[in-house]
């Protein structure tokens, strides 16, 4: 008796041999090691090194082919490290190979793509040029270069500061100086960095530091020369005889950068904005917690504003959010996050604004547009950053509640022994509750005057240290106003404020405070960036400061409402 094999499983065999392969590929493509390159900066100057770091988050899948590289460029040195970590019960591995490089030509250059093995980077360009460096009189061992960008500049916008020192005799000690410039905002960016360069013939080693400025007053102003004060070591040809303990001979040299003169405009007229936002680059975006079509009665939905800005401080970031003011939709506003993060090219400044809205009735809801207006520093145009209006759905269960009220009323009428022994239940339930809440109130009533007895001091002390700080300021604000100085003046103000309002701007402490007083401090930020200085004198606006001071007690005491979700 004989048996014929299915033809089926001859089928089904010559398909996974088929498709064996293909599985193999995607395989490699799933798991393959994401692999990325990086520049310390570009572009770059003609014989001057830089440093080409490629980060792995996982072990490739073999060493690294960097011959690709020698087309183009020359490789000085190279090294491996690597990193790992735990947080959070997840493992992290990171691999880097820093390479110092310099290239044989000008131009735009492809850095190509380096194999892993099988893994391989993705390729970057890289711009570079035949500058031409300008040593200083009698300096060729020792010597400092400045650059500044942009060129032309505006009032609170980013100035970019990069000092390099070039030098090529050791160095055993070093003290340098830090940037001075009158009304304005200082900040150091990432750290230092160190290269190699040749000028005329002669080689140097460069170290680059950058700082981020930002005038906060029109006019000419001078960024003050850094000085740098150095151990050089002598060259000596017996050195080598004064015994391992000797100290090598030194010389101390001196030598200063150029001072740099600024010409600051104001806001231009074109800018027609009530807040003057200058920066590079502005990003604003919404997130919801969840589908604004469907929000639930009494249930609270939270958006969420974020404002990103490249080249300003959080500072000069404006206010998102206003009050939303609608019947059937409450609005309880967080408090805001800001930070900054410095890269080499800047500082971006973050702002967050939280809002919780709970609707009361059902409906729909428009939320208006909001608009940023700012000043593009590198198109010289105003341009205006916008979240479009949105509608918001508010979906009740008015009917449902509707509903279980009749049901209540039929079940009365056809149980009512069911309906008397549900009454006597929600009395018990009523007396037991009603119990319960009197002996937690009492127990509530016992924990706190045991609390304050234990330590009346320390609650008292903070306060107190909070009082004394807000007085010490109001002392320094009346000076500032009877002398009339307003630089003085801005100071106690935003101590005041940020006090007070946690606000870090004058625009925003004007916004809390009454009529009068808004107007002055408004006054006074406009004259304090005006282009030609005009006199101002300081008796109103303490005045105003006293009178609005004096209405906010009378305020609190009237005031009978409900506290918000979030006291500022």
């Known amino acids: 008796m004989t048996f014929s094999r299915p033809k089926i499983n001859i089928l089904k065999f010559q398909l996974i041999l088929l498709w064996f392969p293909v599985f193999l590929l995607f395989n490699q493509a799933v798991f393959a090691v994401e692999i990325t390159a990086t520049l310390d900066r570009n572009p770059v100057n003609i014989n001057t090194s830089f440093q080409l770091t490629y980060t792995a988050t996982q072990s490739p899948d073999d060493d690294p082919d960097f011959s690709p590289l020698k087309n183009n460029f020359e490789i000085l040195k190279q090294s491996r490290r690597s990193n790992s970590s735990w947080i959070n019960g997840q493992s992290t591995k990171t691999i880097q190979w820093i390479l110092n490089v310099m290239a044989k030509q000008t131009g735009h250059l492809l850095i190509p793509a380096i194999a892993f093995g099988d893994d391989v980077s993705k390729p970057i360009s890289i711009e570079v040029s035949n500058k031409v460096v300008a040593k200083q009189n009698n300096a060729e061992d020792l010597f400092f270069e400045v650059e500044v960008s942009p060129k032309t500049i505006y009032v609170q916008s980013q100035v970019l500061y990069t000092l390099r020192l070039y030098r090529r005799v050791q160095v055993t000690q070093a003290r340098l100086t830090e940037p001075k410039m009158s009304d304005a905002v200082i900040e150091k960016l990432t750290e230092d960095s160190t290269y190699n360069t040749v000028i005329n013939g002669v080689a140097y080693v460069v170290t680059e530091r ?56 104001p806001p ?64 309880y506003p967080d408090q805001p996050l800001l930070k900054e993060e410095k890269e080499a090219d800047g500082i971006i400044a973050f702002r967050e604004e939280k809002v919780a809205y709970i609707p009361s009735k059902p409906g729909n809801y428009t939320l208006p547009a909001i608009e940023i207006p700012w000043f593009n520093s590198r198109t010289q145009r105003m341009e205006i950053a916008r979240i479009p209006e949105t509608t918001v759905t508010t979906i009740g269960a008015i009917a449902s509640v509707e509903n279980v009220a009749a049901n209540n009323t039929t079940v009365a009428k056809t149980s009512p022994v069911i309906v008397e022994a549900l009454d006597t239940q929600k009395k018990e339930k009523k007396l037991w509750m009603g119990l319960s809440l009197f002996l937690s109130l009492c127990w509530l009533i016992t924990l706190v005057f045991l609390f304050r007895k234990q330590k009346p001091q320390k609650i008292e002390s903070s306060a107190d240290a909070k009082e004394m700080s807000l007085q010490e300021t109001i002392k320094k604000l009346k000076h500032a106003c009877a002398d009339n100085d307003q630089l003085a003046a801005k100071n106690a103000l935003l101590v005041w404020g940020k006090i007070k309002f946690n606000s870090n701007s004058l625009s925003e402490i004007s916004s809390h405070c009454q009529a009068q007083l808004r107007d002055e401090i408004n006054c006074l930020n406009k004259n304090l960036y005006a282009e030609q200085t005009t006199s101002w004198e300081g008796k109103k606006l303490f005045q105003f400061y006293s009178e609005n001071k004096v209405r906010e007690k009378v305020s609190i005491k009237t005031d009978d409402g409900l506290d918000p979700l979030y006291k500022l």
Not at 238 to 257: D, E, V, W
Request: glycine share 6%.
């Open 268 to 331: 231009p007229d074109s800018f027609k904005a009530s807040h003057w936002l200058p920066a590079e680059r502005v990003r604003i975006k919404e997130k919801w917690s969840g589908d604004i079509a469907k929000m639930k009665l009494g249930e609270p939905l939270t958006r969420t504003i974020t404002l990103h800005v490249k080249g300003t401080t959080a500072a000069q970031l404006p206010e998102l959010l206003g009050v939303t003011l609608s019947n059937g939709l409450k609005s």
């Open 210 to 265: 950058k700082y981020a400025f930002f005038p906060q007053k029109s006019g000419v102003s001078t960024i003050e020369p850094l000085v740098l004060t150095a151990d050089i070591v002598m060259p000596n040809a017996r050195q080598h005889l004064n015994g391992f303990f000797n100290r090598p001979t030194t010389k101390t040299k001196r030598i200063s950068s150029k001072a740099i003169t600024l010409d600051i405009l």
